[in-house]
């Protein structure tokens, strides 16, 4: 191996993050208009300076690119390199210790260095960088390992896709890809004169409505001799109609489709056919949403919303554990400082944003990540605190959206769903404040947690209603009872045995509260019931829910989902007939629901250090799978009468799991620690275990 | 007129100037080589919106044109506009109130948009635009006014120029413009194939120099008919020496001078030629070095500093009363928050940024850009505040320049100087927070004012060493008097009558304090002695020092001036042979002094609604010239037998002069204010006074 191959395109952390995020927030369109977000767009440093101190025995020659005008400092005077002339250069380096500094500016593109050297090796983390705030940090890196490819296109791949059917609906002719996808459209030999229309649908129907559908793409065609066309953006669809203009004709029609070579490492199969196809359209609708972050959904935004990447993530946690996607969704989320709104102007999406950043340190244990975020952190977290009322509490200002979800709710004044939401992001910046040494903060946000807790029941517990009231306006609490504040309270370990009790019977399985419409809260819901035993309850709802939009013939899961509706009413969103996104990430639920309560794999320390594994049938004859982690696979099997469970290379799990009869461990010692459950302490890494149930 | 010429292109308050700023610090180039600032470089918002509400009686068509990639909203509704397809597209608004929103994105120049309509008029600062961070703000628009421009190059005008004489020195050809001037270089006629070198001279030793020079230029030519070659970057030059190679030819040669289209407004004329040209060479001097922003010189680093740029604004202010430019220099050097690094990484030059403002609104009463600045004023006196030592006092922190001047002096601990202009910036900042009915703020930075400037004369002055001493480190003081501390006290009015006079002869008349050696400095020096009545002192010492520099052939006024040099060091400064820079804004000082302390005008109410003229002949016999203000020039004329002012046309002035007999007025009502000292209420607008002396 030589040297150049063990370097890497260096920039300012954060910087790619930025510019490429900027990027793609301009993708969306609308019937053929852009639609900007409404929200600020940062983007990378346009001027930043690179250095590393090097100790050499003899005289080195180091090879260097730079995307972006530059000048080279040894020991603080330049170097004569003649940079305008190549876009490979090389600096000599003499004996001893010199300091090289490279300052670098462009304001198209992300400034980066590339450079190695025989015995120095190449650029790496291990130089510093500095947007000139007086600090000098480690230098970032990903992909970019080719000195000819600074950073700039994602790195994406790419597949040729034939369609499936090419048909006639009357006078209309239809394209189908078979499923769902996202890419470019090709047409091979086109020839004649004209234009060329293609109206996408995500469904056959919105295909078939040509002006109505959410998106099309016009070609204008001119050619004499045989030529091939692309589509210029990317879109999301199955279908396309297609309408060529009198004298055309074209051999072939292709789509080009793009994604985020990514491997499956989660896997879920079960006696249930049903749910392996839930499992397995949820597994490509995940895939569809996670690129160069962690997006919505790809027809409509292509915008990056921080409560979506929240469920992204998780759901990534089960299938891919693709750490790059959520560091990158995490880093372009909070943008730069000064914070003057909330994340996506959502309020509970700040809050969202904390719990994702817990949630990958949970799941990867990479402290380094949550160092570089702590100083964002804090001035995020700052920036709530200084929007508190006088009662301490969070409610929406000017501008602020109160979202929680897609539901008829009541959004002024103090929404108990939204105190429980920003009290955990206290916890999380208390719990981080003390890993990076910081104890005034750590001091500060603790206490700030627990008066806010402690207020949060004061005012909203209401043990006759059953359960935590939906907030307060004007002074007056508004006494109804929704899932929201009930389930993240749970959720966080808010509730007592008791409280637990009176939620999961008053809240979470009481017919007469009004039912969830969106994947987005459904996820949390089911997560709650999971959490409380009810596998069996949320087996059901899955089948009917999630199942309920394959009937539909779904080939990926949906925005909302109302199963009450007309079928021609299924498309509908925001008052437009096909606005709904057939293509969701928050959609994906199955897939971090079955592993994490039916294969029962969680990390109970950061990066899986501790484990638990607690499979449960749910009423299924079997299931098994395999859920990632940082050092490799848990694999779980379970019947009536076993279980298997082959741990991963590193870290303690723990097994648990019910039994009427008294099991049988192949390896180490089980105990006993309530009537009907055992434990086993799965010390062995990379060993099959295999527990016998009769 | 129609519609059109009253439309301006609008953009986002600051969006142009940050824009513009990060282009034109890319341009220094040395030797070669570009050398970035080592700040941060800020740019535009690349995603704007902009909106208006109009209420129409009848339907209008808004003809339209965006700089970016949009959309317009209707009362939040997209309305289909073709504007992928022309520069200049139009909206129908129907009757009644609407509210039109045009989202505006690009990365790649400054969002910005232009429209107008018969009876709406054009796009001007009634619309309101935001950056997306919660508020909204009156949109931003300057000199673009053509619907086919949109704000980009920035509009200087050009002047070609032929050379006064083209030399052999030996066998080197050079080409002399006959003053320091700053464009391009044209070839007519060129022929040949091979390569040109410029070596540009400020001086002709710099251009007989070639290599050694600091700036060149190679042009590659390869035509076998005649053509035109014109230099690719503007460069700063009196001389050139050509070097063509071997069977090149051309024609001419000629150069384009770019300069900022502005006119003199100010006038200096006296009974002293030498003066006279004094004058002239400033004028020359501060106008080349007026551009898009107020620079430091033109050969070199062609940047944004702020301590220049504060003398630079307030040269302005007695020659060209240009608001426009000061206005872009400041919020250029401010940049966006956060605030993480002194402006130029100089502390003393943060500090300058408030005088620049102050002086800003006491020339011109433009109290709406104070208001605009004034959130950028917080967050960077806050930025201070955050920085200062256990005692309440700035010393420099890691990465802080602590400057004053080009000069030897202690820099560590607490610098005295230092102190007294951070105190000024909180007599600023609390005048600026009242102004802005912010009392709290103004209460604070009064008290902390207050705290500090007692704290100063607590700790340094000394009055058995004749003034301020220089500073304290490691808790011992620093017994060295220097002039800084001592000038800029009596600058800020900290000097009570008794150590007005003890510094006049300890410090400011005594020949054995250390000499200043740079018209920076000098220029605070000088005006302080005027400002105790040192006319006369001062007029010698601008004969002696500005003077010298001409009798070494200047055309322009430098960077730094020591008289007592051999003429072949002349050009040296930071290591190189001709590093200096020969043509400096802050050489241009005598123009204010003039201005100020002879003809005597200057505001002493913001705006100049009230303002003194207090003539001093300084023993010449005649001075006249004018003075601008918001308000048209002031006159003045004066000798030993009379004085005639002309007023501006409004404002109420106050003329103040020495009278050893009992003078007569024009018109008006003289009176004694002290022993041979009369004033005159100039109370009519754009009159003629006339006073006799004799």
Not at 617 to 628: A, D, F, H, K, M
């Amino acid at each position: 191996m030589n040297q150049q191959q063990k370097a890497s395109w260096i920039w300012y952390p954060g910087d790619y993050e930025h510019w490429l995020h900027r990027k793609v927030s301009v993708l969306r369109q609308f019937r053929g208009y852009i639609s900007p977000p409404y929200w600020r767009l940062d983007s990378a440093y346009s001027n930043v300076a690179f250095r590393k101190k090097f100790n050499l025995q003899e005289q080195e020659v180091l090879t260097l690119a730079v995307q972006g005008s530059f000048v080279v400092l040894m020991d603080d005077d330049m170097i004569p390199v003649s940079y305008e002339k190549k876009p490979i250069t090389s600096i000599v380096i003499p004996p001893g210790e010199h300091v090289i500094k490279i300052m670098a500016y462009t304001d198209e593109a992300v400034p980066a260095i590339y450079a190695y050297g025989q015995t120095v090796g190449g650029t790496d983390s291990s130089w510093e960088v500095t947007c000139h705030d007086g600090d000098w940090k480690p230098a970032a890196c990903w992909a970019f390992q080719d000195i000819h490819q600074p950073p700039g296109e994602f790195p994406f791949a790419y597949e040729t896709v034939e369609p499936v059917s090419v048909k006639r609906y009357g006078d209309k002719t239809v394209v189908d890809f078979g499923r769902e996808t996202f890419g470019y459209v090709t047409f091979t030999g086109m020839i004649g004169t004209g234009k060329v229309i293609l109206y996408y649908g995500e469904s056959l129907e919105e295909a078939l409505a040509g002006e109505e559908a959410e998106t099309f793409d016009e070609l204008e065609v001119d050619c004499v001799t045989p030529t091939d066309y692309r589509t210029q953006v990317t879109r999301a669809f199955r279908y396309i109609q297609l309408q060529l203009e009198p004298g055309l004709s074209y051999k072939h029609i292709l789509h080009e489709y793009e994604y985020l070579p990514i491997v499956r490492r989660g896997a879920f199969r079960c006696s249930d056919d049903g749910l392996n196809r839930i499992w397995e359209i949820s597994a490509q609708t995940i895939h569809m949403n996670t690129r160069e972050f962690l997006y919505d959904g790809m027809k409509r935004d292509r915008w990056v919303w921080s409560g979506d990447a929240n469920l992204g993530a998780l759901i990534n946690n089960y299938i891919f554990f693709d750490a790059d996607v959520v560091k990158r969704t995490i880093v372009a989320l909070r943008g730069k400082d000064p914070v003057t709104r909330h994340i996506n102007t959502i309020m509970d999406f700040t809050f969202h944003w904390f719990h994702t950043l817990d949630d990958y340190y949970m799941y990867t244990g990479d402290l380094d990540f949550v160092q570089a975020c702590y100083p964002k952190l804090l001035t995020l977290i700052e920036f709530c605190l200084g929007r508190r009322n006088a009662e301490g509490m969070m409610e929406g200002l000017s501008g602020d959206w109160v979202f929680i979800d897609w539901a008829d709710m009541e959004r002024e004044g103090e929404v108990c769903a939204e105190q429980i939401l920003f009290c955990h992001c206290l916890d999380i910046s208390s719990k981080f404040a003390g890993l990076m040494g910081d104890a005034e903060h750590e001091r500060k946000f603790a206490e700030l947690a627990t008066r806010l807790r402690e207020k949060i029941f004061e005012l909203f517990w209401n043990e006759d209603k059953g359960g935590l009231m939906h907030g307060r306006w004007n002074g007056e609490i508004i006494e109804r009872l929704l899932k929201y504040p009930n389930m993240f309270a749970l959720r966080f370990g808010y509730l007592s045995p008791e409280q637990q009790d009176i939620v999961r019977r008053r809240v979470l399985l009481d017919d007469t509260v009004q039912k969830i419409k969106t994947p987005f809260m459904r996820f949390f819901e089911m997560e709650a019931l999971c959490e409380i035993g009810e596998q069996h309850y949320v087996l059901q709802e899955m089948k009917r829910y999630w199942g309920g939009m394959l009937d539909l013939g779904a080939t990926s899961f949906w925005e909302e989902f109302d199963p009450g509706l007309p079928a021609n009413e299924q498309y509908d969103m925001y008052g437009g007939k096909f606005r709904k996104s057939l293509c969701h990430a928050w959609g994906a639920a199955p897939i971090y629901l079955l592993g994490k309560y039916y294969l029962g794999v969680r990390p109970e320390a950061p990066g899986y250090a501790r484990y638990c594994v607690e499979p449960k049938l749910g009423e299924l004859e079997w299931i098994s799978g395999e859920v990632p982690t940082p050092h490799g696979e848990v694999s779980v099997y379970m019947d009536a009468s076993s279980i298997r469970v082959t741990t991963a290379r590193s870290g303690i799990g723990r097994l648990r799991f019910n039994s009427k009869t008294l099991p049988r461990a192949s390896h180490g010692e089980l105990r006993q620690v309530a009537e009907d459950e055992y434990e086993l302490c799965l010390t062995l890494p990379d060993h099959a275990y295999t527990i016998s149930l009769t």
